[in-house]
């Protein structure tokens, strides 16, 4: 983001087309229904509102009365006489809504702005009366661009964005993981900021270009597009999670994996040195923890075996027995703990893709009480688990202290035993780095007396409550697919993908697809293998043994026909052979892909097609077999060495598509049994992917006028959870209850408590506040603001602005605590490197109090800051621009045409108010820049990563002043004092919040003729003491979000 | 004469190994495009080699026009191929927005202002890979080395993901498996029934909305209509072999100077398989990289200190160098397709919709080489306001290089003056 603004007499041009400049200024204009103007002039803007409704085209007396000062300044040139530029004012009309006309105007406009005309050499028009000409002109020209933009005050059919196409997919075909959590952020993580994103996991809409946005808003009806890029993408996605949601298989196994302690075996994780050296020498049968955790992996316990996650996605009972000692205990001075309370152990998920039980991902599952009496105690909590996340406990209430330490305990109370760490140049290195680990062998062996938690034991037992599940029930019912039920199938899917009842004639063709794919022979798949047999071996071997001579050491069937190394049950050193039968469907060359760790081979019909022998990794080797039509053994041998090992095998046909012949744990679940069942589901899914490439699921389709009970439903859905109604709105659409006010204020209150309303606090908050501009400049990897990348601080900023919002939502709080609050949301991160605060421990965001007038509130947040900046420099200009279109609702005006930002000359040391108060004293910027400006400079304590700072880095090293000056006269000293004039302007900044929901809700634009549904708002919020809660409810039930 | 630089014969021994390809001709792609050569006058590619931060102004516009000009800091590595290149001063897009000018260079037209235009802010590499079509496999590719592109967009202002290096690649030469052939052609049809329902349905829908929802509308049915047949264009080619080449997959990921190079190399063989005529690629910079501690973007707010403008001019001298290399493996192969040397065919176009420290987009980084253009000037156009030339006309005289028809492009006023095509 550039300084943009004026600095010098800039160059004009022709070459910029009519249009361009139109739809820039009305681009820039802001979402205020008050439009740009107000920035200028109140009151005419009111004035003009009200005299000059949205189409007119009748003579227009603002511009007529502008017309003399053209007589007088440039008729000469551009009149009867003489037409320079092809231009002539003498019969230049005033019917706005002509493009050309409009043209004209702005020209004339840009050219009195930027000091051009008339020209140097002829007579000047007294500054005082261009002055009145510009803000005149540029009054109407606002209005008519505004009208111009203008869709007539209804929501144009809009594309689901891509967050609500994932959660939509979500609840449509029940799916669960991380992934499809609400507010979870797309799958495009840039993590070391060279443009080089990751798209990885299951996020069906990883791939997707972002959406377009209109102010931020990325749900715009008339702004977002549709491309054939997207609708090749959506094709993917619907075929993925149609996919993902398919289980045509048996049951699964459902074996618990139990972890006795300790977890933690080679130091990797728990580094603390009381813990570890309790565990390898006192305690060996347990975990101990002794102080809570706090950044980074410390403290934190997850069994070695699901360090690289729990492996397979599901959902599972997690239990821990754990026990808690010396609740009471005399240590308080250097183990600070609450001794009247029980000790609180947490669940905890993280991914260890990214980052792991110390990173980003790390989230709470549940906190239980444990009483500090020495007691065993189990827990256990339900929660789904997506592959690459795990587990990992933790002691919420711990002591934590940097000086914690147990040298500093021995010292304490053991003084007799303690000695001091010997100089670090008098003795070897080994001896010196020796000392903690023996003062905390001293400090077990005296008794520990303070508090601590010892965990003994870990369950992991996945769990199935129906099979199967309920996501494939859904798209295939209970019994068999069939050509007699695929229309019954169809047609209740139809009908909640689309929102709405489905008609026969809709649902058709989908019909006829299917039906034909169900009868095509050529469609027919490849099976799997046929009485499949495996035998196990141990042993380790550097190539395959004659498996035959030995004696197997376990053996058995696999019922789904498909090659699986799991029933080894041993992660190295053991060999295994497949033996079953295939059945191929014509004669031909069948190919056969094999891609094994360690080594492998493949005899089909007898005969060897793939030899893959020795210790190598998971290459893949290819091998081709002509085979007549029928069935034909199939053997497979196969050792592992080392770990990792794998095994995976696949087969085509001639003119037939690939089929796995092995479990692939990350792949949709293949499809197996029946052939002709397989190929009736395969047909359904592509009649499936059809109604979901639909524009009758793609679009909100909304009716003109009085929104009828299923477009509300969709309506109120999309605005609270950014996703599909469920059964009771569903039930409440069909019985056209929803536009009872208590029907729909219940309504809200109960979505507004559902889990997916996560999906309206994330996407509101970041679009309210732009933090969409996050991570579109951040600091860079180098140079001094390094931590923020290191630190992963980023997806913690929104979280933070998130957590916050969350909290005055739930709590029905004055919309004023985002200005000012003696509390806020931290982290350890952000608390330590953004706040300089030590007590604040983990990675969710807790509520804290703070007593720093300057933090409190939501403004001064990093996240707000870091977004207004450009992660090199910070400018007034750009968050005094921030606060005035989103905060106070007024947008100022855009810079005119061709200005050239405004750019630092560093060597000088010259700070950012100088030079905005040499821009200022030219006139044309002057007039919105006195009110852009002082908006900012008190934010300029907040680096571009927003931390309190005093100077500014530059050589020399200048002194910030905050100090401003409001174009009213007041004077504010500093940030603490400029939150106080905005608390008083409460009443705008619950104007400019409202119009911010109401858009939001509605994917529409706000326009003049609003106004007046707004202001209704307003008072009632007003009569509550402006609360946030009050204000969702006031908007679920006007009239701008009843109606299209 | 050209100068002859000690390095060249270096150069011209990498391009050997890079250009160690079997005989092309007996591509089966390539003899088709030679049979449409000679209907339809050569057959152009163009390359677009930009970055996302500008390039820094002092080390790079010359300071006098004409053929004798001197080189600038950041023009010195293309000295060899002084004859074959043109840079020119005062041409730009009329825009303003420092940052957000940077996916403006191929169409100047910034994204939020699309509406306002017949064809959007489609980016002229799109534009010509409409033109291309089913000619090549590839109708266009979107690469990047160490940083995001972001100068492609199609026509309805989606912009076009960009590829690393090892799945440029990948893409190129290395052959899908049988299975996955198998799945692709069967996953074609299907999706090719798939929309002809959709399609039809859509038709229904359309007929049940309010006139300004239709009009939205036809973007999807565009988008369906348009989708079919990229499907029946790429159908084709899941057949068709890739070609076969000695060049290595190069390492990712070994700094700014040698993953560009390799990218380099593969555009160059890219061009002379023919699997592509349209090609942008966006290259950065790697922390550490060149003695300098810090980013390119920190860098480029130079606020003319010294350690910073040093800094962009290795940065930039290192893209002018890689550049360089570019044009020596074009000028040293044969184009199979027209005759001639590769570059004779190729333009590659240099530049960024940007410059750097003022983050100013008035006076354009521009540069352009090959393509069967006169070269070897500076042109220096006028900076007055009344006579300025929109950046758009060198875009609507390379599209017309190219061979499309065309008389407007994005904000162009006309084709470029002075820029004339070789005899």
């Known amino acids: 983001m550039s300084l943009a603004s004026l600095i010098n007499r800039l160059r004009t041009r022709r070459l910029v087309p009519p249009f361009q400049k139109i739809s820039e200024r009305a681009w820039l204009g802001g979402t205020s229904l008050q439009v740009r103007c107000h920035a200028r002039h109140l009151g005419l803007a009111a004035l003009v509102l009200v005299f000059l409704p949205l189409g007119q085209a009748r003579a227009d007396k603002a511009l007529n009365a502008l017309k003399p000062f053209l007589r007088t300044h440039c008729i000469e040139c551009h009149g009867p006489d003489k037409q320079k530029n092809e231009i002539r004012f003498d019969t230049l009309g005033t019917d706005l809504t ?53 869709t007539g005050g209804q929501t144009v059919i809009r594309r689901l964005n891509r967050l609500e196409l994932r959660s939509t997919l979500r609840d449509l075909l029940y799916l669960q993981g991380a992934a499809y959590r609400p507010g979870a952020v797309s799958g495009l993580v840039d993590n070391n900021g060279n443009g080089r994103v990751e798209r990885q996991g299951n996020d069906p809409v990883r791939f997707f270009p972002e959406d377009e946005l209109d102010e931020g808003f990325a749900n715009i009806g008339d702004r977002l597009v549709m491309s054939d890029f997207l609708l090749k993408l959506m094709l993917g996605a619907a075929e993925e999670t149609i996919g993902a949601a398919t289980h045509p298989g048996p049951r699964p196994q459902t074996q618990p994996r139990e972890f006795a302690a300790p977890f933690v075996q080679d130091r990797k994780l728990g580094q603390r040195t009381i813990e570890t050296v309790a565990r390898e020498e006192f305690h060996k049968e347990v975990d101990l923890l002794t102080q809570r955790y706090y950044e980074g992996g410390d403290g934190r316990l997850v069994p070695r075996e699901l360090g690289g996650g729990v492996r397979v996605s599901g959902r599972y009972r997690v239990t821990v027995e754990v026990s808690g000692h010396n609740q009471k205990h005399p240590w308080d001075e250097l183990a600070k703990t609450d001794q009247s309370q029980p000790f609180k152990i947490g669940l905890h998920v993280a991914d260890a893709r990214n980052g792991g039980i110390g990173g980003p991902t790390s989230r709470t599952v549940q906190v239980w009480d444990l009483p500090g009496d020495g007691k065993r105690r189990t827990f256990s909590a339900e929660l789904w688990i997506d592959d690459t996340w795990m587990p990992w406990v933790g002691w919420e209430n711990g002591p934590y202290d940097r000086n914690f330490r147990a040298e500093r305990l021995v010292e304490k109370y053991y003084p007799a035993q303690f000695k001091p760490r010997p100089d670090r140049k008098a003795v070897p290195k080994e001896v010196y780095d020796a000392w903690p680990v023996e003062m905390a062998r001293v400090l077990l062996k005296a008794g520990y007396a303070g508090p601590n938690v010892r965990v003994h034991r870990l369950k992991l037992e996945p769990l199935i409550d129906q099979w199967p599940p309920r996501s494939h029930v859904a798209l295939y019912g209970k019994g068999p697919v069939t050509q007699a039920n695929v229309e019954q199938l169809l047609r209740t899917f139809a009908t909640r993908a689309w929102r709405r009842p489905v008609t026969d004639a809709e649902v058709a063709p989908y019909v006829k697809l299917v039906h034909g794919l169900m009868e095509d022979p050529k469609a027919k798949p490849l099976g799997a293998i046929k009485d499949l047999k495996y035998r196990v071996y141990h042993g380790k071997w550097t190539k395959l043994p004659v498996f035959d001579e030995l004696k197997p050491a376990a053996e058995g069937a696999l019922a789904g026909g498909l090659i699986d190394i799991r029933p080894a049950r041993k992660p190295d050193y053991y060999g295994m052979v497949f033996e079953g039968r295939l059945e191929t469907p014509v004669a031909g060359e069948y190919e056969f892909e094999l891609a094994s760790d360690d080594g492998s081979r493949l005899l089909v019909a007898n005969q060897k097609v793939i030899e893959h022998d020795g210790l190598h990794g998971a290459s893949t080797k290819r091998g081709k077999v002509r085979l007549a039509k029928g069935t034909h053994a199939i053997r497979l041998e196969y050792f592992a060495y080392g770990r990792p090992n794998s095994l995976r095998l696949a087969w085509s046909g001639p003119g037939i598509a690939s089929a796995p012949l092995s479990v692939m744990p990350a792949a949709p679940q293949p499809v197996v049994g029946n052939p002709d069942e397989a190929r009736a589901i395969r047909a359904l899914q592509a009649g499936y992917t059809a109604l979901l490439c639909s524009p009758r699921f793609l679009y909100l389709r909304e009716n003109a006028g009085d929104l009828d009970a299923y477009a509300l439903a969709s309506r109120l859905s999309y605005f609270l959870w950014s996703s599909m109604p469920d059964e009771t709105l569903f039930r409440l659409a069909a019985e056209n209850k929803l536009r009872d006010p208590a029907v729909m204020r219940a309504q809200v209150e109960r979505m507004l408590k559902d889990p997916k309303a996560e999906a309206f606090v994330q996407n509101f908050t970041t679009t309210w506040l732009r933090l969409d501009k996050l991570g579109k400049m951040p600091p860079e990897k180098g140079g001094p603001f390094r931590f923020y990348h290191d630190r992963r601080m980023e997806p913690m900023l929104s979280q933070q602005a998130v957590a916050f919002f969350a909290d005055v939502l739930q709590r029905n709080e004055r919309i004023t605590t985002f200005i000012h609050s003696d509390h806020t949301f931290l982290n350890a991160q952000i608390a330590r490197w953004m706040y300089g605060r030590d007590d604040v421990p983990g990675e969710g965001m807790i509520r804290v109090p703070t007593h720093d007038p300057r933090r409190g509130g939501i403004l001064t947040m990093p996240a707000v800051m870091t977004a207004t900046a450009n992660g090199v420099d910070t400018s007034p200009i750009v968050r005094g621009v921030w606060l005035l279109e989103n905060i106070l609702g007024t947008p100022p005006s855009p810079p005119p045409p061709d200005v050239e930002p405004l750019s630092p000359d560093l060597r000088n040391a010259k700070t950012i108010r100088e030079q905005l108060e040499l821009h200022r004293k030219h006139d044309a910027c002057a007039s919105c820049h006195r009110k852009i400006d002082p908006m900012g400079f008190a934010f300029e304590n907040f680096d571009p990563v927003g931390r309190w700072r005093t100077h500014y880095r530059t050589d020399g090293r200048p002194q910030i002043d905050p100090a401003t000056e409001l174009p009213n006269g007041d004077q504010l000293a500093d940030i603490v004092a400029f939150k106080q004039m905005l608390l008083k302007r409460e009443p705008d900044f619950a104007r400019c919040l409202t119009e911010k929901m109401l858009i939001y809700a509605t994917g529409r634009r706000l326009e003049p003729l609003d106004r007046g549904e707004v202001n209704k708002i307003t008072t009632a919020l007003a009569q509550n003491g402006n609360r946030l809660r009050d204000l969702v409810h006031l908007v679920a039930t006007s009239d701008i979000f009843l109606r299209k | 004469m050209e100068q002859f630089s000690p390095n060249r014969r270096q150069f011209l021994k990498g391009a050997g190994v890079a250009m160690a390809l079997p005989l092309l001709e007996s591509l089966p792609e390539v003899r088709a495009a030679q049979k449409a050569a000679k ?130 690649y990948r893409a190129l030469f290395l052959e899908e498996p049988a299975a996955a052939k198998a799945k692709q052609r069967q996953q074609f049809k299907l999706h090719g029934s798939i929309l002809d329902v959709v399609l039809e349905q859509a038709k229904a829908v359309k007929g049940q909305l309010g006139k300004q929802d239709q009009h939205k509308f036809e973007e999807y049915l565009d988008s369906v209509r348009s989708l079919e047949k990229k499907i029946v264009q790429q159908e084709p080619w899941v057949d068709r072999p890739k070609p076969k080449t000695d060049h290595p997959e190069p390492p990712q990921g070994k700094g700014t100077a040698a993953d560009l190079k ?66 020596d493996l074009l000028k040293a192969q044969e184009d199979p397709i027209n005759g001639g040397t590769l570059l004779d065919h190729t333009m590659v176009f240099f530049g960024c919709g940007m410059a750097t420290g003022t983050h100013s987009t008035k006076n354009l980084p521009l540069l352009l080489a090959g393509g069967g253009f006169k070269h070897g000037e500076s042109k220096i156009y006028p900076e007055e306001d009344a006579q300025s030339v929109p950046a758009a006309n060198l875009l609507l005289s390379m599209l017309q290089n190219f061979g499309v028809e065309a008389d407007r492009f994005g904000t162009s006023s006309g084709t470029l003056t002075g820029l004339e095509r070789k005899a």
Not at chain 1, 100 to 120: S, Y
Not at chain 2, 267 to 286: H, K, M, W, Y
Not at chain 2, 292 to 304: K, Q, V
Not at chain 2, 315 to 322: C, F, S
């Open chain 2, 262 to 327: 390799a990218m380099m190399e593969l555009i160059a063989l890219a061009i002379q398989t023919d699997s592509t005529r349209a090609i942008t690629l966006s290259s950065g910079f790697v922390n550490g990289d060149f003695g300098l501690n810090g980013g390119y973007h920190g860098f480029s707010h130079h606020g003319n200190r010294d350690s910073h403008t040093s800094a962009l001019m290795k940065i930039e001298a290192n893209m002018t160098a890689q550049m360089a290399h570019l044009l």
């Open chain 2, 39 to 168: 209907g339809s006058g050569p057959v152009k590619r163009f390359v677009c080699l930009s970055n996302n931060y500008g390039i820094y102004k002092k080390g790079f516009f010359p300071s006098t026009a004409g053929t004798d000009y001197a080189l600038t800091p950041t023009l010195k590595p293309l000295e060899r191929h002084r004859k074959e290149f043109t840079v020119f001063s005062n041409l730009d897009h009329g825009n303003t927005g420092g940052h957000q000018g940077v996916p403006v260079l191929l169409s100047g037209v910034r994204p939020h202002l699309a509406a306002g235009f017949p064809e959007g802010n489609i980016s002229l590499d799109q534009k010509m890979a409409e033109h291309v079509g089913a000619a090549t496999r590839f109708p266009s590719l979107t690469v990047r080395v160490n940083e995001a592109n972001l100068t492609s967009f199609t026509r309805t202002g989606v912009q076009v993901p960009a590829i690393d290096l090892r799945q440029t």
């Open chain 1, 98 to 150: 002509d493009r050309r006309t409009l043209e004209i105007w702005q020209d004339a406009l840009d050219q009195l702005n930027l000091g051009e005309m008339p020209p140097k050499k002829a007579a000047q028009p007294k500054r005082a009366d261009t002055a009145k000409f510009i803000d005149a002109l540029s009054t109407r020209l606002e209005l008519a661009y505004a009208q111009r933009k203008s």
